[in-house]
């Protein structure tokens, strides 16, 4: 069993209206194969400037995720909730989502993800999921090879693109409605 509580000091420039700080705090227990955790986070207002004077509402994120390895085979889920999402009030957003993994052997595995989003704002059809499927192909014992296929499959009035901020470069759907793919492949090295 562990928690983690974080807090980060005003990032907010000298003198702001609203100081710009955030919590987390998460707890997790893991025995043999089963793996549970919980997490919350909140933005504070300063976060939120909806224009140079007023300042929205503090955004908070409730996340859940719960994983059983059966030895070949391993199943996780996340559930999470967003509240005053950007800082406007009663914006919100849940995701819920499942991954699977298949060990063939000792070398090779193969990984599938669903995820679906719906940001729950007044617009029809903003939701989005995503699907992805993969093949690792170990290397070593702390190394591995990573190939998969990606497709975000947008609803009429979405447009979510595939990839971000820390996965490389997005594609974007150039068109409400459209669905990008690709592929990635990399290699990991743990230390």
Known sequence: FAVVLGYMLDQGA????????????????????????VAYEMLSKGYAALTDSTFGEAQTGLRATAKYDFGTFALAGLFQALSDVGGIASASAQTFGLEGKFSFNDKYAAKAAYYMADPNT?????????????????????????????????????MAALGGPGHGSSIAASAAGESPTGFSWGMVTKF
């Open 122 to 158: 007044d617009v029809d059809n903003d939701d989005y999921s995503l699907l992805a499927l993969g093949v690792d192909r170990q290397l070593g014992q702390k190394t591995y090879m990573y190939l998969q296929y990606g497709m975000v499959m947008n609803g009429d009035a979405s």
């Open 14 to 37: 000298l003198g702001a209206a609203e100081s710009k700080t955030a919590f987390s705090g998460s707890a997790a227990y893991k025995k043999d194969a089963l793996y549970v955790g």
